[in-house]
């Protein structure tokens, strides 16, 4: 996101903002009020805001690709209609995202640019890619579940219009995350080859999944402020915590191993303990190291520059439509 300059120019907000704003601000946040537009709030929680949602809509958009990369390939017409309305939601969650950044004083263009600049980040599970059909369900089970996971306290964050764009968003990635297990399922019960295909997929796309819920709590330099501020409603390590607790099981129910020799049932803590992830593989792709980086952010900007005409045609077309009320 807008990234360490961001961070430099953070100033304590009491010692710039004034004390009993904050305090009302502070007091409505922690009895669960909605902060809406055009509501005072500090400076710092708005750009932590545009910083996050201007981040997932990027995701949003740039996760088309992966798997957009599939309409053509995709085995029946019955796949090839579901992957199609799939990705199109993506795209749709990608501008509820944008519009409810651009309630904050950012605009889209401010946003794309930052995108297509490289300050703005993605998140890193859009820049490994997708070798077979398997890894559209496993993106679809693994990936859409790790996105539901997050963003169902999302649809208790305390930016009003973010935490409305939730609710629709996560409908539809339960029907994401649905189609793509019933891949899975498919694969698994198959031939030999396709269980094959679909264990590779989950060795492949493991990992990276546990990545997208970010740092460790102890390494999160944001988590602090943004729960307190409840835009995040649980913390990074919780979250991943609760995904490895739901997916062993369905890996079960498939007949598939999970990638990790140290994954192991803990009855003291209700829940699994689970292999170290590779930390420095996580840092080197935020920094847009990732195997295919390269190639989704020339697809991205591509996407923009071919699509010029479209805006400029709207905006002339719209620029007569004024002139012609006018007259
Ligand atoms: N990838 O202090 P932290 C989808 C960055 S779309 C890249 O913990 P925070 C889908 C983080 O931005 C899913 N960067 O940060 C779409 C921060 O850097 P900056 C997208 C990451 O914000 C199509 C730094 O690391 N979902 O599922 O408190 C098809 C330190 O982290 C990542 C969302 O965006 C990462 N994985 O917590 C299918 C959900 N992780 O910005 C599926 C909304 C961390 O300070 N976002 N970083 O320079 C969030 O919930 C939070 O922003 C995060 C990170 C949990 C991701």
């Known amino acids: 996101m807008y990234t360490t300059e961001m961070s ?47 981040q997932h809509a990027h995701s949003e ?23 199609l309305a799939k990705v199109q939601d993506e ?25 297509h600049s490289g300050k703005a980040k993605y998140s890193t599970i859009f820049n490994y890619p997708t070798l077979t059909w398997a890894d559209i369900g496993a993106i679809g089970w693994l990936v859409d579940g790790a996105a539901i996971m997050n963003q169902v306290p999302l649809q208790r964050t305390s930016y009003g219009p973010y935490a409305r764009a939730m609710v629709r968003v996560c409908k539809e990635e339960s029907f994401h995350q649905r189609q793509g297990y019933e891949i899975m399922i498919a694969l698994a019960n198959g031939t030999a080859d396709q269980k094959r295909m679909a264990q590779d997929a989950l060795n492949r796309w493991w990992w990276p999944s546990l990545m997208m819920f970010g740092p460790p709590d102890d390494n999160s330099p944001n988590t602090e402020r943004s729960m307190r501020w409840r835009i995040k409603r649980e913390t990074n390590d919780e979250l991943r ?26 009855e003291a803590k209700g829940g699994y303990d689970f292999g170290e992830i590779d930390w420095e593989e996580f840092y080197a792709v935020v920094r847009g190291e990732g195997p295919v980086a390269k190639e989704r952010m020339k697809a991205r900007r591509d996407a923009w520059d071919d699509g010029a005409w479209v805006r400029d045609a709207a905006a002339a077309y719209e620029a007569k439509r004024r002139e012609r009320a006018a007259a």
């Open 8 to 54: 430099k120019n953070v100033k304590p907000i009491e010692t710039v903002e004034d004390s009993d704003l904050v305090a009302a601000f502070e007091a409505r946040v922690a009895a669960d009020e909605f902060i809406e537009p055009k509501d005072w709030m500090p400076d710092a929680y708005r750009k932590t805001l545009v910083r996050q949602i201007s």
């Open 91 to 115: 795209g749709g969650h990608g501008l509820y995202l944008y519009c409810a950044a651009e309630t904050l004083g950012t605009s889209r263009e401010q946003m794309v640019e930052a995108l």
């Open 241 to 266: 915590q609760k995904f490895v607790d739901i997916s062993v099981p369905q890996a079960e129910f498939l007949g598939l191993t999970v990638p990790d020799a140290d994954l192991k049932w803990n």
């Open 61 to 83: 958009i740039v996760g088309m690709l992966p798997e957009g990369n599939w309409i053509t390939r995709a085995p029946s017409l019955r796949r090839k209609a579901i992957l």
